[in-house]
């Protein structure tokens, strides 16, 4: 008989009698109606059957043991039967995960765990062979998509555990931790989502969200005093939010119940009440308070805010009052009376009673604003600088400094920029926000002079240097533009100042220069200046163009090809193509004439290098043929002279002169059948009666026989 894949997993005795006192008495008989079918479905083998069972039972008692018990069994059953009978280990190892969901994530009760240790080694082993076969990827990442998925179909059991996989990883650890919170909160386990809650907070304290579903779910299973820490937390973050608010109010209340003479308690509600907006309440359980505990000054306080919220700045500075009768140094209560004093209009008696805080609080940095605030108000710009330097931050000067700069008043902002930078030369921002403000101004040598210094000081500040490159930027396109409007004007000598003023030298100021010369038609200046430009931008066909061009004025024909050439190489459509081959007629044109030249002086050698330069620059042109031909006929190479004959013919129709020559040549050669073709190509070309028609004619006749 063939042995199973997995091992038969053993089931967890249970305890068939419920405990009533651990049943709410209101659904037992439901508990005990799923609770009974789901077991007589496992004693049938109907395993989908029982889970369902269970779990409507568990949602009417979560803490059940034996329905845990029972579906822990149910699952481990179903497991085996989809591995061992029907190979599905895709949904063996789902029930797997979901049965080591029960037996180690779920139970509140540690010794739970402890007792089912042998099962889960089991489970988790039978898992493992499943996970195996199916070439499972058991990376952090992939188990967190699996739980996804599993989350995503409601198989919320074996979604948690592969969640708890995930959670081993720091990259996963809160976020998973916290799906799993969720998903104990659908299961009805309060208590343990409470649990991974908290785990999912302390690899992530400040997320708000999780505070606040954290500080919920402690609310509901009844720890109150962890709750109210947390909804407090959530409460400095989320700045009077109402629902915080009035779950506070809850819990406070729920202990006011119980304890109704707690003066704290009855304090801790009156501010609750005054953030709800509810001043009239608020007012009555400060009462109590301050009833109950008269020396408390906190609530005094309090009811200090109170009226000055509702803007009775009498009644508040009353209150204050009684705080600094009973504690003259209160630096809270005098605090609080200068602002309603401020508030009220009365900036002098409230800049007295800021100084008193800063005094007793140098670091009190709520009343140093406050001082700031209204000295400003009194104070030009130039003055309140003046006066932050002596007695201000650094932070206050350079964002009063950075606020004038934000508003456009730029000389202000120059000046305060530069009081900070006498007090604190640490902060790049300062030396940069100054350059701006310069720059601003037009002032661009200012401007450049102190980046550089940043620049030395922050060399590896990447905005230092950036904002420096950006103003070197902007100065040299002010100055371009200003030589350009000279070179418009027509004031060339001032443009070329202009343009050689710019510094650094770029492509755009040589080219000014060079397009300057080049419009007072001093060409070899031009090119000079054409050539520099070119070693910034060697991949600018313009360039190149320009000095081809120029030298082709100055019929520097060798010169100007070479450029041409390179212009056209890089970029086949430019203009220097049709200015090339007028370059390359006229170039080759000299060298013609002076083969021409050579030749007639009888300096064949010579001229036959011409002819043959002629003709490597342009294989087509006839009378460079012609020409070398009669220097082979000279030197007695028929072969060679026939063949630059016929290439003449072939390039041009003006050479009938060119069919005698070569049936002169054919005719030397003993050759009568071509000699007789081109003799008679001649006579029919040729109009002028001289001695060679006279002679071509007698020739064929002799050759007549020749004809073909």
């Known amino acids: 008989m063939k042995k199973s894949f997995l091992r038969t997993v053993c089931c967890l005795a249970v305890c068939t009698i419920l ?80 049965a080591l969901f029960y037996l180690k994530m779920y139970p509140e009760n540690e010794q739970d765990v402890q007792n089912s240790i042998g099962m889960i080694q089991s489970a988790t082993g039978n898992l493992n062979q499943c996970l195996k076969v199916m070439s499972f990827d058991s990376t952090p990442s992939a188990r967190y998509k699996k739980a996804e998925e599993l989350r995503a179909i409601a198989n919320f059991p074996a979604a948690s555990y592969e969640f708890s996989k995930a959670a081993e990883s720091d990259k996963y650890t809160s976020d998973a931790n916290a799906q799993i919170a969720d998903l104990m909160k659908l299961l009805g386990n309060d208590k343990r989502a409470a649990d991974y809650y908290k785990k999912a907070l302390d690899s992530n304290p400040t997320d708000g969200v999780l505070k606040m579903k954290y500080a919920r779910t402690l609310d509901k299973i009844g720890q109150y005093d962890s709750a109210v820490n947390e909804y407090n937390d959530a409460l400095a973050n989320a700045k009077g939010d109402m629902e915080v608010l009035y779950a506070l109010e809850r819990i406070y209340l729920k202990k006011l119940a119980v304890t109704p003479n707690d003066a704290e308690l009855n304090a801790n509600i009156g501010a609750i009440k005054q953030a709800q907006g509810d001043f009239e309440s608020a007012l009555n359980y400060y009462g109590k308070a301050e009833r109950l505990d008269p020396h408390n000054v906190t609530t005094r306080i309090n009811t200090g805010t109170l009226y000055q919220q509702k803007k009775d700045y009498r009644k508040a500075i009353e209150a204050y009052d009684s705080v600094l009768t009973l504690e003259p140094s209160n630096t809270k209560a005098m605090y609080n009376k200068a602002t309603a004093l401020a508030e009220m209009g009365d900036k ?336 029919a070309e040729y109009s002028t009666d001289d001695e060679y028609l006279k002679y071509a004619k007698s020739r064929m006749k002799e050759l007549e026989q020749y004809a073909g």
């Open 19 to 98: 405990a009533q006192s651990e049943i709410y008495a209101a659904g037992a008989a439901a508990f005990a109606e799923h609770y009974n079918a789901a077991q007589n479905f496992l004693t049938q083998n109907q395993y989908s059957s029982a889970i369902v069972e269970f779990r409507k039972a568990m949602r009417i008692n979560y803490l059940d043991n034996s329905a845990r018990i029972g579906i822990v069994n149910s699952y481990l059953a179903r497991a085996t039967h989809y591995a061992n009978i029907e190979k599905d280990y895709e949904r063996a190892a789902n029930d797997f995960r979901s």
């Open 348 to 683: 002098q008696t409230a800049l007295a009673l800021y100084k008193s805080v800063l005094t007793l609080e140098p670091t009190n940095n709520n009343a140093r604003e406050a001082v700031s605030e209204i000295v400003k108000e009194t104070m030009s710009p130039t003055e309140y600088i003046a006066y932050l330097t002596n007695n201000g931050t650094d932070n206050e000067l350079y964002d009063y400094s950075y606020k004038l700069h934000k508003d456009g008043k730029l000389e202000e902002a120059i000046h305060g920029y530069r009081a900070f930078l006498q007090r604190n030369q640490s902060k790049a921002d300062a030396y940069i926000n100054l350059g701006i403000c310069y720059a601003a101004k037009d002032d661009y040598g200012s401007a450049i002079t102190t980046l550089n210094v940043a620049k030395e000081k922050f060399p590896a500040n990447n905005q230092v240097l950036k904002t420096l490159k950006d103003i070197q930027g902007d100065y040299a396109s002010t100055r371009l533009a200003a030589a350009a409007t000279s070179y418009e004007n027509k004031d060339y000598k001032k443009a070329i100042q202009e343009y050689l003023a710019i510094t650094p030298a770029t492509e755009d100021t040589m080219l000014g220069v060079a397009a300057s010369y080049q419009a007072l038609n001093e060409y070899d200046n031009a090119i000079a200046y054409y050539k520099k430009a070119e070693k910034f931008n060697a991949k600018n066909s313009e360039i190149p163009y320009y000095i081809g061009y120029l030298y082709s004025e100055q019929q520097k024909w060798n010169e100007a090809e070479n450029y041409l050439k390179k212009a056209v190489e890089l970029n086949p459509n430019s203009e220097a193509k049709n200015l090339l081959s007028y370059v390359l007629q006229n170039g080759t044109l000299g060298v013609l004439n002076s083969g021409i030249d050579l030749f007639e002086k009888k300096n064949i050698t010579e001229a036959l290098s011409k002819f043959n330069e002629v003709l490597k620059k342009e294989p087509t042109n006839a009378y460079a043929y012609y020409y070398r031909g009669l220097i082979y006929d000279e030197q007695k190479q028929q072969k060679l002279a026939i063949s630059d004959y016929l290439n003449v013919l072939k390039n041009s129709k003006d050479f009938p002169i060119a069919n005698y020559m070569a049936a002169v040549d054919y005719d030397t050669l003993a050759n009568y059948k071509e000699a007789f073709k081109y003799y008679k190509k001649f006579v």
